[in-house]
T-cell receptor
Framework: DQQVKQNSPSLSVQEGRISILNCDYT??????FLWYKKYPAEGPTFLISISSIKDKNEDGRFTVFLNKSAKHLSLHIVPSQPGDSAVYFC?????????????FGKGTKLSVKP | DADVTQTPRNRITKTGKRIMLECSQTKGHDRMYWYRQDPGLGLRLIYY???????NKGEISDGYSVSRQAQAKFSLSLESAIPNQTALYFC????????????????FGPGTRLTVL
């Protein structure tokens, strides 16, 4: 059973508008959440993270929101740029992150059209 | 130069062959990981190593083995490859000293595309 779910395989957005990528999780032991971005023929790169003690974390154009009661997080990209076109993976970890196990969602492919 | 390198980048092999995928890093991180990604699926952890003498199985270790030859090198072996091991394989590193003991922020290599015929 999937513990981290990204239910939208793809998302298309116009340049300059907001992109919202969603992620749901089922394991209440998760205490840290991350977003990774992946371009074709490259490995995933860390984008932004959030601890379960917070409900929002912002880094430039990227903001992650966490709703613990709904077991839901979202990544907002404002404004979206064509260079943001990539696959975005949501990931979660538990046990204080000491075990090294990241649980990934299946990814959402974002296309930002000029 | 890339901090995490993987060789080969692409490999086609036949069922039953022994394959080794190699990962090297210059980041000085103690912790290293091997993941596989299948089409339409997320990354799944195969093995991870906290240091040269500490190796642990991940979610999907069956059919795989690893060797941590040095802090900077972590190899993944398929002793007898089978077609359902066709996938993208990623190596990653992390350093808990950078994040208060957490190892979540992992740095990935470019991946190896393995095809088993």
């Amino acid at each position: 059973d999937q513990q981290v779910k990204q239910n939208s395989p793809s998302l298309s957005v116009q340049e300059g508008r907001i992109s919202i990528l969603n992620c749901d999780y089922t394991n209440s032991m998760f205490d840290y959440f991350l977003w990774y971005k992946k371009y074709p023929a490259e490995g995933p790169t860390f984008l932004i993270s959030i601890s379960s003690i917070k409900d929002k974390n912002e880094d430039g154009r990227f903001t992650v929101f966490l709703n613990k009661s709904a077991k839901h997080l979202s990544l907002h990209i404002v404004p979206s740029q064509p260079g943001d076109s990539a696959v975005y993976f949501c990931a979660a970890s538990a046990l204080g992150g000491s075990q090294g196990n990241l649980i990934f969602g299946k990814g959402t492919k974002l296309s930002v059209k000029p | 130069d890339a901090d995490v390198t993987q060789t080969p980048r692409n490999r086609i092999t036949k069922t039953g062959k022994r394959i080794m995928l190699e990962c090297s890093q210059t980041k000085g991180h103690d912790r290293m990981y091997w993941y596989r990604q299948d089409p339409g699926l997320g990354l799944r952890l195969i093995y991870y190593s906290f240091d040269v003498k500490d190796i642990n199985k991940g979610e999907i270790s069956d059919g795989y083995s690893v060797s941590r030859q040095a802090q900077a090198k972590f190899s993944l072996s398929l002793e007898s490859a089978i077609p359902n091991q066709t996938a993208l394989y990623f190596c990653a590193t992390s350093d808990p000293r950078l994040a208060g003991g957490r190892t979540d922020t992992q740095y990935f290599g470019p991946g190896t595309r393995l095809t088993v015929l």
